[in-house]
T-cell receptor, first 113, second 114 residues
């Protein structure tokens, strides 16, 4: 079946640094990908919709200058958490609409010290 | 926009018993209703879905029912096993490929006791 790969799976960084997370569709093209944030024991909260070749669409309350999204090709979207702070620590998951369903990446656990 | 509510938030059953999780949605235009299973620290995986032209769908021990008039849909797991323990999310959306309207329920933590 279709696969979405996300990297890195875990990252620890110092406060003030930036972290980039990649989301790739491995065997299908995805003009649109989605980025979510998931707090412990909570649901998936859509942060933004990543559109290939154009600007991302952010959900209300999500800082676009804080969470930079780039969708430069039909198989790759990146999320950069800029000037990370401890409150940005979370589980970030991407997804893409593949053949017939929505496929999720493995998730990236970000810990900001 | 779409709003999805899911109940219960936690559910504990004995192995072999059935488990039922219920969701309601607000947008009558929604016509795709997937259910995802998420194990701790892993990605959500689609376990079953239903589209608005179908009232019920079954796949082995898992079934989903949809009442479009009442705007609610349910997940039924029969003969539960310990490996069914996970968090289950319902979702609702339209069908367009690039639509960003999929919204998830809050999740149900299912525990199956051996």
């Amino acid at each position: 079946g279709a696969v979405v790969s996300q990297h890195p799976s875990r990252v620890i960084c110092k406060s003030g640094t930036s972290v980039k997370i990649e989301c790739r569709s491995l065997d299908f093209q995805a003009t649109t990908m989605f980025w979510y944030r998931q707090f412990p024991k909570q649901s998936l909260m859509l942060m933004a919709t990543s559109n290939e070749g154009s600007k991302a669409t952010y959900e209300q309350g999500v800082e676009k200058d804080k969470f930079l999204i780039n969708h430069a090709s039909l198989t790759l979207s990146t999320l950069t958490v800029t000037s990370a702070h401890p409150e940005d620590s979370s589980f970030y998951i991407c997804s893409a609409r593949g053949p017939g369903e929505l496929f999720f990446g493995e998730g990236s656990r970000l810990t900001v010290l | 926009g779409e709003n999805v509510e899911q109940h219960p938030s936690t559910l504990s059953v004995q192995e072999g018993d059935s488990a039922v999780i219920k969701c309601t949605y607000s947008d009558s235009a929604s016509n795709y209703f997937p259910w995802y299973k998420q194990e701790l620290g892993k990605r959500p995986q689609l376990i079953i879905d239903i589209r608005s032209n179908v009232g019920e769908k079954k796949d082995q021990r898992i079934a989903v029912t949809l009442n479009k008039t009442a705007k609610h849909f349910s997940l039924h797991i029969t003969e539960t096993q310990p490996e069914d323990s996970a968090v289950y999310f319902c979702a609702a959306s339209g069908e367009k490929v690039n639509n960003n309207d999929m919204r998830f329920g809050a999740g149900t933590r299912l525990t199956v006791k051996p």
